[in-house]
């Protein structure tokens, strides 16, 4: 009840439901009932169980670690104690979802856990990388520069997949534009186009074979004749196709042999091959490089790299590279063994591991590359946009001229 005896609920974050009691008392709020809300989204007992829908909405983006890391490394980094500077991102938290696994890992720190080993409770919002720097940072006694570190490249990973996802935004629309114009032609107009067609001498039989073609994709669409429900039972069951198509992709690419497969033809395809292996190159060097700088060991951090990449075939080239280390070889070699790797980057890898200075190297490797891959992607949303424009004219005009073509027939026989 708040001062004037009015119900009221809301949600406190505390140690322990005394504390909570005590420090709403301070609010001017006097509990009758206080309950621990569980990472699921419930609270409350029995029949009388609220569930936190809204949680279940809040995703937790990678724009969103990016920001409490920065806020955790400038609070580190002002000596404010670790489980105050925890408490103070739960307050400053909006989001449900990410509250509760700060108050969780803040509870954790507090009884003598270390902040990796509580951060690795909550795999889905901090990835095995994230743990691994943070861990050396502990180690190190340098948290608040890892902390900062891995802001930074969290946040570069970010504008990357936007940068992505702009470019596939025009070609998209375009795609669905498309779709939509060629299903009202072969709802609306090519139907009664065939009625007239069909009633010419020879029927269907004397029609051009381009005309014949686009007949059989409308019966394949609307039926012949058309109708509403033949419409939606062949939508259902092209749907049921694509998604047995796709069941069946993935059960192919969870296999080795299929991962393998894919991913090398996900290097090698026409315009986006270049994009995806400069993508993979500038997200392993900058990785890292960054790993290697907060003090993670060689060959852990090679591990991780092998995730980050997610390509299995460059994962095989980065495996090799840790059984050469372990034989104390190069790092290089096996890279540029591999040829999935470009010559210049093996190659400022081996000067880097000469010069004593791989983490420098690495980075300015990344920075060229990041600088790649933003002008292969404007090069490539320059060229997606004429050409999805071409294919969509392309496939306007031969349903156009499919139309046409009986038209000047039965015009030329009139004269």
């Known amino acids: 009840m708040d001062g004037l005896g009015r119900p ?9 439901a005394k504390v909570a009691r005590a420090r709403l008392r301070k609010q001017g709020v006097f509990p009758t009932e206080v309950n621990a809300q569980s990472q699921g989204g419930m609270r409350g007992r029995g029949l009388n169980v609220e569930i936190d829908v809204g949680k279940y909405f809040q995703l937790i983006s990678p724009r969103d670690i990016a920001q409490i890391t920065t806020q955790l490394s400038t609070l580190i980094g002002a000596h404010v104690p670790m489980v105050e500077a925890l408490a103070a991102l739960v307050d400053q938290t909006e989001k449900t979802g990410l509250k509760l696994i700060l108050s969780q890992v803040k509870e954790k720190v ?3 856990t270390t902040l990796a080993e509580a951060l690795a409770q909550h795999p889905r919002a901090f990835d095995t990388l994230y743990v691994q720097m943070v861990r050396a940072g502990e180690k190190s006694g340098a948290l608040d520069e890892v902390l900062s570190r891995l802001a930074k490249y969290t946040e570069s990973q970010v504008k990357l997949q ?5 470019a596939m935004i025009y070609p998209a629309l375009m795609s669905v534009i498309g779709i939509l114009i060629l299903a009202g032609l072969f709802i609306g107009v090519i139907p009664q186009m065939r009625k007239m067609f069909h009633d010419l001498p020879g029927g269907e039989k004397a029609l051009p074979l381009i005309s014949k073609v686009l007949f059989f994709f409308g019966d394949l669409m609307v039926g012949n004749p ?3 429900l033949g419409f939606v039972l062949r939508t259902i069951l092209a749907v049921l ?3 047995g198509s796709y069941w069946g992709f993935r059960r192919f690419v969870s296999t080795p042999a299929g991962r393998q497969r894919f991913d090398r033809f996900k290097l090698r395809m026409p315009l986006f091959g270049t994009l995806n292996r400069q993508v993979a190159v500038s997200r392993f060097c900058r990785t890292f490089g960054t790993l290697l700088s907060s003090g993670v060991p060689i060959l852990d951090a090679l591990d ?8 299995a075939v460059l994962a095989k080239a980065i495996e090799a ?17 591999s040829g999935e790797f470009p010559p210049v980057v093996t190659h400022m890898i081996a000067i880097g591991e000469k010069a004593g200075e791989l983490e420098k190297m690495l980075n300015i490797v990344s920075d060229a590359y990041d600088d790649q891959v933003e002008n292969t992607l404007e090069a490539v949303t320059a060229l997606l ?9 392309g496939v306007v005009f031969v349903t156009a001229l499919a139309l046409l073509l009986p038209m000047m027939n039965m015009r030329n026989a009139i004269m």
């Open 385 to 393: 946009g004429p050409l999805a424009i071409l294919t969509m004219g």
């Open 8 to 16: 009221t609920k809301g949600m406190i974050d505390a140690d322990s």
């Open 241 to 243: 196709v694509v998604a």
């Open 304 to 311: 991780i790299c092998k995730a980050v990449v997610a390509n």
């Open 321 to 337: 590279a840790a059984i050469n280390i372990q034989e104390g070889q190069s790092i290089a070699v096996p890279l540029r063994a």
């Open 162 to 166: 936007g940068k992505v996802a702009t």
């Open 226 to 228: 058309p109708s509403a």
């Open 110 to 112: 507090n009884e003598g």
